[in-house]
């Protein structure tokens, strides 16, 4: 079971649209995808046509069990999406009080981590969307992960943004004492200001090999998609955000069978 977090401590970035496209590429492939929403507003639910108001069961209860001390049993608070193949633990409205109630509770860095372990073989792949902000959620999720994707707009405050991830990474990798394969993927890019070409090549120069080498464009068909409740592979294969998705899934696919440690990690 692989388990992918795709994070970046900023907002609107496309982290949400990137966790939900991977799944609909992976499970139009035949997999069985889980996806995490670790993120309080609950976009990833809410994506999936799930309201975080009315969801009784999800990644709280995970956090829940911890700090009772309870064994975790992570099947108990997942549920079936419209789309085949596809789970979802989702954010309900409590996950909002985990950062508040961590301060007084040590320990809740590995809660995801741990109950994953419990799934491993329901599933082919697990996908963790992350909250913006560096908290115990985050923590969480570049903790339970064995590679990270990165989504980053091309624009100059993206660049600061991604040293700070970067920043936070390495501190995780310190304490977890192991090295975690991360990939920049450049999303919402438009071709059309020259700002965007610059950045790119920023990019590349400060990043090398964990630059992904294609870009995920701006296409209206994924605010369709989301609406529809539909990752864009299904809801739309041949629009130009799909087709760019569905190039980035089979690197991050390719680069795994390859396991080139150069690459995966540094
Ligand atoms: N490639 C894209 N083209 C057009 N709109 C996009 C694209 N990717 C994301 N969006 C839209 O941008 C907004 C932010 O994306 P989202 O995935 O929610 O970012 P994050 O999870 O990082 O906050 C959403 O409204 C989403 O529909
Ligand atoms: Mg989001």
Known sequence: MRIWAISNQKGGVGKTTTVASLAGGLTAQG????VVDLDPHGSLTSYFGLATESVSHGVYDLFHDAMERNQPDPLRHIQRTDVEGLDILPATMALATIERQAASFEGLGLVIRQALRHLSGHYDTVLIDSPPMLGVLMINALAACDRLIIPVMADFLALKGLERMLRT??????????SHPYLIVPTLYDRRPRVSREILEILSQRYGDHLWSGVIPLDTKIREASQ???????YRPSSRAAMAYGTLLNFLLEQEADKTPEVLSA
């Open 31 to 34: 997999e069985t995808v889980l």
């Open 228 to 234: 529809a409740h539909l990752p864009i592979a299904i």
């Open 169 to 178: 990474l390495e501190m995780i990798r310190h304490s977890r004492g192991q």
